[in-house]
């Protein structure tokens, strides 16, 4: 009788299973941008019934897959020899190792692939077609065909955690978002100034000295005086923790890098052991930001000390790249220290530069005997490349270019593309970040190939790799705010053909990204709403246009200073700029604001519109607003030299020119220089005025800048009143650096906000 029932029950769940209704399926919206896509007719349903099978060298990504299903859909794929099917196949003529096939009809999904890494990634292009969540048991997948490889072999992220520290947990959270966007290596910031965060067991004051620092700075660097919380902060990954970390890593195709800074950025180490620098005085663990001058000595006990250090890390990280960092060495200590000196001659070295670079080719000599291979940051050009080196490249493109011309593996992550640390939006309202500006569009439209390389030189480009510095991002969920969206931006950078690209066709794609985001509880930065404001003449007329990058949403706004609600006015068309004007505006849909509140103040001042010239161009990574930033009628942030305002020369001294197309009277212009220091920004000491007047006279005149001690100088120069045709302004950079001070011995940068001519 009861095995009646047992027969009964059976039957009936199979029937209930199989007239469950299956969920709609999902259009198909996957990140990155697959190489083609076909769609075809039907849908296969995946259930219960459906079966699995596997080439046993795919048997690791098959039972991902069926795991992946059974706890978040609780779908648990059969064995048996009915139902559709889903099948793992090994195809060796697959050209490109991590390229793949998807083929999905109403009866059959087939994946082929020639190794793991490709089946990998088709089932992460397969889990984007299923619904984010159903309650359905029965869910339909929309019939497609997709053909799909890398365009580049290195598809990075990085994470510091040494400025702050972060959970084995989160790590493993940060690893799975790259998975999911197919990214395959993982660089993990170990060591630095401010905390050392792997157990190595030779050295155990690592963990007891230098894993901790006293307290920690509050504010931003450029915030006077500096003020610290007073608390112990720090923390290390035991060596059994790191093994765990890089097998999860493993299981998703993605390969960890540890990076073992030498010989600057080691102010930790030293603090725990101080006979590794040059002075042998006891020094602490950095407590703020910026570079430091206390560095690895390259005394035979110091590179006792590295080696031992590489023999615990390398058996931990199978991969064959151990990154040593190589960037930001202050040579003060070095040019002080009589060993150092001593070592110079003996080598036949000319300068530090050189002694930088016979450090780093000893080390790489010791790395390579051990079967790894190393990379470096771009200083690792200085004075000599070694061997064997791969370089990246951060300060710009110009290391990768003279890297792939010495026919050196290089790996692009400028600041100006790949800084995650840096500002996404101009929005006062944005979390504090170290500086700059980079917004999702900038991300998106990096090409990691120099333009100055040849075919044959760009070979030697590997790809590309998004930075996340946390000198200012001390939690997981600002991890995720500041790395999220930017870091699928960047798979796509590194993944798709630049010819399939198409930034509006991302915008889609990326909203329903989010929706899987929101569902794994990912804090991202969602700016896709955010408003933006343009100043540009027409027909002689100022005119200011407001947009948002989701192009289908309401914007409403005010000019009277107040905040946009629900009914306050709609933007339909430019607005007519005709005295100064404070305009607000915020993104609506159904009622509701989803944006934030963007504002801007124009001032119109008698330079706004008209020509300006520069004699050097500002650098490119602090260039959002270009020439025209100078004399827009909209002052820069106060926050922040990061934004679209302010403009950013590096060591030049800048001659602005603004013609006026008629004689112009006027009697003072005003400017303000940012002057954080600690970011290498100093205001200038002197600014030349030549006035070109309506006569054809010219008045010179040069005015010492004083009261430089504030974050933001602010500078006016007054005149009788004079009709102008011509204004040229020379503002001359203030110069290296000087010792003692962040970035000593290098030139100084120089930031120039609105120039207002009244």
Same mark, same amino acid.
């Given at each position: 009788?009861?095995?009646?029932?047992?027969?009964?029950?059976?039957?009936?769940l199979?029937?209930?299973?199989?007239?469950?209704?299956?969920?709609?399926?999902?259009?198909?919206?996957?990140?990155?941008?697959?190489?083609?896509?076909?769609?075809?007719?039907?849908?296969?349903?995946?259930?219960?019934?459906?079966?699995?099978?596997?080439?046993?060298? #795919?048997?690791?990504?098959? *039972?991902?897959?069926?795991?992946?299903?059974?706890?978040?859909?609780?779908?648990?794929?059969?064995?048996?020899?009915t139902?559709?099917?889903i099948?793992?196949?090994? $195809?060796?003529?697959?050209?490109?190792?991590?390229?793949?096939?998807?083929? =999905?009809?109403?009866?059959?999904?087939?994946?082929?692939?020639?190794?793991?890494?490709?089946?990998?990634?088709?089932?992460?292009?397969?889990?984007?077609?299923?619904?984010?969540?159903?309650?359905?048991?029965?869910?339909?997948?929309?019939?497609?065909?997709?053909?799909?490889?890398?365009?580049?072999?290195?598809r990075?992220?990085? #994470?510091?955690?040494?400025?702050h520290?972060?959970?084995?947990?989160?790590?493993?959270?940060?690893?799975?978002?790259?998975s999911?966007?197919?990214?395959?290596?993982?660089?993990?910031?170990l060591?630095?100034?401010?905390?050392?965060?792997?157990?190595?067991?030779?050295?155990?004051?690592?963990?007891?000295?230098?894993?901790?620092?006293?307290?920690?700075?509050?504010g931003?660097?450029s915030?006077?005086?500096?003020?610290?919380?007073?608390?112990?902060?720090?923390g290390?990954? /035991?060596?059994?923790?790191?093994?765990?970390?890089?097998?999860?890593?493993? $299981?998703?195709? =993605?390969?960890?890098?540890?990076?073992?800074?030498?010989?600057?950025?080691?102010?930790?180490? @030293?603090?725990a052991y101080?006979?590794?620098?040059? /002075?042998?005085?006891?020094?602490?663990?950095a407590?703020?930001?910026?570079?430091?001058?206390?560095?690895?000595?390259?005394?035979?006990?110091?590179?006792?000390?590295l080696?031992?250090?590489?023999?615990?890390?390398?058996?931990l990280? !199978?991969?064959?790249y151990?990154?040593?960092?190589?960037?930001?060495? !202050?040579?003060?200590?070095?040019?002080n220290?009589?060993?150092?000196?001593?070592?110079?001659?003996?080598?036949?070295?000319? $300068?530090?530069?050189?002694?930088?670079?016979?450090?780093?080719?000893?080390?790489?000599?010791?790395?390579?005997s051990?079967?790894?291979?190393? @990379?470096?940051?771009?200083?690792?050009?200085?004075?000599?490349?070694? !061997?064997?080196a791969?370089?990246?490249?951060?300060?710009?493109?110009?290391?990768a270019?003279?890297?792939?011309?010495?026919k050196?593996?290089?790996?692009?992550?400028?600041?100006?593309?790949?800084?995650?640390?840096?500002?996404q939006?101009t929005?006062?309202n944005e979390?504090?970040a170290?500086?700059?500006?980079?917004?999702?569009?900038?991300?998106?439209?990096?090409?990691? =190939?120099?333009?100055?390389l040849?075919p044959?030189?760009?070979?030697? &480009? #590997?790809?590309?790799?998004g930075?996340?510095?946390?000198?200012?991002?001390p939690? !997981?969920?600002? &991890?995720?705010?500041m790395?999220?969206?930017?870091?699928?931006?960047?798979?796509?950078?590194?993944?798709?053909?630049?010819?399939?690209?198409?930034?509006?066709?991302?915008?889609?794609? #990326? +909203?329903y990204?989010?929706?899987?985001?929101?569902?794994?509880?990912?804090?991202?930065?969602?700016?896709?709403?955010?408003?933006?404001?343009?100043?540009?003449?027409?027909?002689?007329?100022?005119?200011?246009?407001?947009?948002?990058?989701?192009?289908?949403?309401?914007?409403?706004?005010t000019?009277?200073g107040?905040?946009? /609600?629900?009914?306050?006015?709609?933007?339909k068309?430019p607005?007519?700029?005709?005295?100064?004007?404070?305009?607000?505006?915020?993104?609506?849909?159904?009622?509701?604001?989803?944006?934030?509140?963007?504002?801007?103040?124009?001032?119109k001042?008698?330079?706004?519109?008209?020509?300006?010239t520069?004699?050097v161009?500002p650098?490119?990574?602090?260039?959002?607003?270009?020439?025209k930033?100078l004399?827009?009628?909209i002052?820069?942030?106060?926050?922040?030299?990061?934004?679209?305002?302010?403009?950013?020369?590096?060591?030049?001294?800048?001659?602005?020119?603004?013609?006026?197309?008629?004689?112009?009277?006027i009697?003072?212009?005003?400017?303000?220089?940012?002057?954080?220091?600690g970011?290498?920004?100093?205001?200038?000491?002197? @600014?030349?005025?030549?006035?070109?007047?309506e006569?054809?006279?010219?008045? *010179?005149?040069?005015?010492?800048?004083?009261?430089?001690?504030?974050?933001?100088?602010?500078?006016?120069?007054? @005149?009788?009143?004079?009709?102008v045709?011509?204004?040229? +302004?020379?503002?001359?950079?203030?110069?290296?650096?000087?010792?003692?001070?962040?970035?000593?011995?290098?030139?100084?940068?120089?930031?120039?906000?609105?120039?207002?001519?009244?």
């Amino acid at each position: 009788m009861k095995f009646h029932h047992y027969i009964l029950l059976v039957f009936i769940l199979f029937i209930k299973s199989c007239s469950e209704k299956p969920s709609d399926p999902v259009s198909p919206n996957i990140i990155p941008k697959p190489l083609s896509e076909k769609i075809l007719q039907g849908v296969f349903i995946l259930n219960n019934e459906t079966k699995i099978e596997a080439n046993e060298a #795919l048997k690791s990504v098959s *039972n991902y897959f069926t795991n992946y299903l059974n706890e978040g859909y609780q779908i648990n794929l059969s064995d048996a020899k009915t139902g559709n099917i889903i099948s793992f196949t090994i $195809d060796e003529t697959i050209i490109n190792n991590e390229g793949y096939s998807l083929k =999905i009809e109403e009866n059959k999904i087939l994946i082929t692939a020639k190794n793991s890494k490709g089946a990998f990634y088709a089932v992460q292009s397969l889990l984007q077609l299923i619904p984010i969540k159903t309650d359905s048991k029965s869910i339909a997948i929309q019939c497609i065909d997709i053909k799909d490889e890398p365009q580049f072999t290195y598809r990075g992220m990085h #994470l510091d955690v040494a400025r702050h520290f972060f959970s084995v947990e989160f790590i493993k959270k940060y690893i799975n978002l790259m998975s999911m966007l197919k990214m395959n290596t993982f660089h993990w910031h170990l060591t630095e100034d401010q905390g050392w965060r792997i157990e190595i067991k030779k050295y155990p004051k690592l963990q007891e000295i230098a894993a901790y620092r006293k307290e920690t700075l509050i504010g931003h660097y450029s915030d006077q005086p500096h003020k610290f919380d007073g608390k112990k902060y720090g923390g290390y990954y /035991t060596q059994e923790e790191i093994k765990e970390i890089v097998k999860y890593a493993s $299981d998703r195709q =993605i390969t960890v890098i540890p990076e073992i800074e030498m010989p600057g950025h080691s102010q930790a180490a @030293i603090a725990a052991y101080p006979e590794l620098g040059c /002075t042998g005085k006891q020094v602490e663990v950095a407590t703020k930001w910026g570079v430091f001058e206390d560095i690895y000595c390259p005394k035979e006990s110091t590179f006792r000390f590295l080696e031992d250090v590489l023999d615990e890390v390398i058996p931990l990280f !199978p991969g064959k790249y151990i990154h040593i960092g190589g960037d930001e060495a !202050p040579k003060s200590r070095w040019k002080n220290c009589n060993h150092c000196q001593k070592l110079i001659k003996k080598e036949g070295l000319k $300068d530090e530069h050189e002694l930088q670079s016979y450090f780093i080719t000893r080390m790489e000599k010791y790395i390579n005997s051990k079967g790894k291979q190393i @990379i470096g940051w771009d200083e690792i050009l200085e004075g000599g490349l070694a !061997p064997n080196a791969t370089v990246m490249s951060w300060r710009g493109t110009n290391g990768a270019v003279e890297a792939a011309k010495q026919k050196h593996n290089v790996i692009l992550t400028p600041q100006s593309h790949c800084y995650f640390d840096h500002y996404q939006s101009t929005n006062e309202n944005e979390p504090v970040a170290i500086g700059g500006f980079l917004p999702l569009e900038k991300v998106y439209h990096f090409n990691p =190939i120099p333009k100055e390389l040849t075919p044959k030189e760009s070979k030697y &480009v #590997l790809g590309a790799q998004g930075n996340v510095w946390t000198e200012y991002i001390p939690t !997981p969920e600002k &991890v995720e705010y500041m790395a999220l969206p930017r870091m699928i931006a960047l798979s796509e950078v590194v993944w798709s053909k630049q010819e399939n690209k198409n930034y509006g066709d991302f915008k889609q794609r #990326l +909203i329903y990204f989010q929706k899987r985001l929101d569902h794994l509880n990912v804090n991202y930065a969602n700016h896709l709403y955010e408003v933006f404001g343009n100043l540009h003449s027409e027909n002689n007329q100022l005119l200011y246009t407001l947009s948002t990058s989701s192009n289908d949403k309401v914007i409403r706004y005010t000019i009277d200073g107040t905040n946009p /609600t629900n009914n306050s006015l709609v933007y339909k068309k430019p607005l007519l700029i005709e005295k100064n004007i404070t305009i607000k505006g915020a993104s609506f849909e159904n009622g509701k604001q989803i944006s934030l509140i963007f504002s801007e103040t124009i001032n119109k001042h008698k330079a706004l519109g008209k020509n300006v010239t520069l004699n050097v161009q500002p650098h490119k990574s602090y260039n959002a607003g270009g020439k025209k930033a100078l004399i827009n009628g909209i002052s820069g942030s106060n926050k922040r030299y990061g934004d679209k305002e302010w403009l950013g020369f590096w060591g030049e001294n800048v001659e602005i020119t603004i013609d006026f197309d008629k004689p112009t009277e006027i009697n003072s212009i005003s400017t303000r220089f940012h002057n954080g220091n600690g970011q290498w920004i100093y205001a200038p000491n002197e @600014i030349g005025f030549s006035f070109h007047l309506e006569d054809g006279k010219t008045i *010179n005149d040069i005015r010492q800048i004083n009261n430089r001690d504030n974050l933001l100088v602010n500078y006016k120069y007054e @005149i009788e009143t004079i009709k102008v045709t011509k204004v040229e +302004i020379i503002i001359k950079n203030f110069g290296e650096i000087p010792e003692g001070k962040q970035g000593a011995g290098h030139k100084a940068w120089t930031f120039i906000d609105e120039i207002i001519v009244e």
